[in-house]
């Protein structure tokens, strides 16, 4: 049975692959679990035929379901036939990589989301262009993942001030709550998933079990 949802969604990410691998089978063990919205599969093959193999055999879990499925290579979305794009940028790349990437999938209506925003006026300037959303804490290709309580701080900055949705990374299983209580749209995660010793179905049973908590204390405050 299917969670019930709030207005407070998951967002899915897998590791960076370079094949499918067993990745099908583990993402459908998950998605009936919780209230997913999208997943995002990062790629380190960047050739097509290799993006193709995998978008498809990910979009035939994800696409009967209703979640988007989302990449990190803007350039390939169409070619591989996926749903939308997830793009990391810096601030000497924002301005120079956003309006190419929202002309070419806007215009076959496509996600855009922006990640790798360190300072809120980066935040901001991609805010103002057409993204779906943009996203805090979002793990660097090395891992990297900033403080949960710098990822709160600015998530709940931008719930408070802006209409575009953000999504915001839980790191662990307790930071879902963390960032239900901020005001998150989407509260991705990944590593809390993946790497939990129980197996990622239990785990994402507390995630969202985390969410909804949170998220309906949120709306009786």
């Known amino acids: 049975m299917s969670a019930p949802q709030t207005n407070q969604r998951l967002y899915l990410m897998l590791p960076p692959l370079d094949e499918a691998g067993d990745w099908p089978q583990k993402l459908k063990s998950v998605l009936g679990v919780g209230d997913i919205a999208c997943v995002l599969a990062p790629l380190t093959a960047r ?26 290579a803007p350039s390939l979305v169409m070619r591989a036939g996926a749903d ?15 309006p190419d990437a929202i002309k070419a999938l806007k215009k076959e209506d496509r996600i855009l989301g922006i990640g790798g925003l360190r300072a809120k006026h980066d935040a901001m300037i991609a805010g103002e262009y057409d993204v779906d959303y943009v996203s805090f804490g979002d793990p660097a290709p090395d891992g990297y ?14 719930a408070e001030i802006f209409n ?6 839980a790191a662990t299983l307790a930071d879902v709550a963390t960032l239900t209580k901020v005001g998150a749209d989407f509260i991705s995660l990944r590593e809390a998933i993946w790497d939990d010793a129980r197996g990622p179905v239990a785990a994402m049973q507390e995630a969202q079990a985390l969410l909804d908590a949170n998220a309906n204390a949120r709306e009786r405050e």
Do not use: F
């Not at 710098?150 to 931008?158: D, H, K, P």
């Open 47 to 72: 050739d097509e035929g290799s993006a193709k193999k995998i978008v498809k055999a990910l979009i035939d879990v994800t696409e009967p379901l209703g979640v988007a499925l989302l990449i990190d």
């Open 84 to 98: 939308g794009a997830h793009m990391r940028v810096t601030t000497d790349t924002l301005e120079k990589l956003v």
């Open 145 to 158: 993942v900033p403080p949960i309580d710098q990822i709160a701080e600015r998530a709940g900055w931008w």
């Open 164 to 169: 575009v949705p953000c999504v915001a990374h």
